[in-house]
């Protein structure tokens, strides 16, 4: 187990309170986000997986140096990351693109549960994840 530096541990939560902070605009407001028993899993099943990720024994060293000309792509996936977290709540609260069917809300839950489970687990040394490839 890794034990993560006070830099990483503030900027995990710096972008995972960003991140949630753009749902919570899209759905106007806390109380709103809050209100819907699946959106409030997933934003408690963000926070501890956030929690978990940093003593995971995961890499965020720079590696070998890339061009300087492979830059231009963070821009494009800033601009995704940053939809991709506003714009289904925006659209949520407004009734576009949904299906109003509770089942389906929990069933998204459960589905973000089961792949975070399974991308974080593997990464723990122990005799469960013995048989994971690293």
Known sequence: MTTPTLRLMLGTVAATIAYLGLAVLGWGGFAALLS?????GVAIVTFVQAGVALFTSGNLSSGVREDRGNRWIFVPLAVIGVLSAYLPAYTNRLDVWTMLIRLLDILGLSCY????????????PSRISAGFPR
């Open 36 to 40: 819907h028993p699946a959106l409030t």
């Open 113 to 124: 549960i089961s792949k975070h489970g399974r991308t974080r687990i593997p990464h723990f």
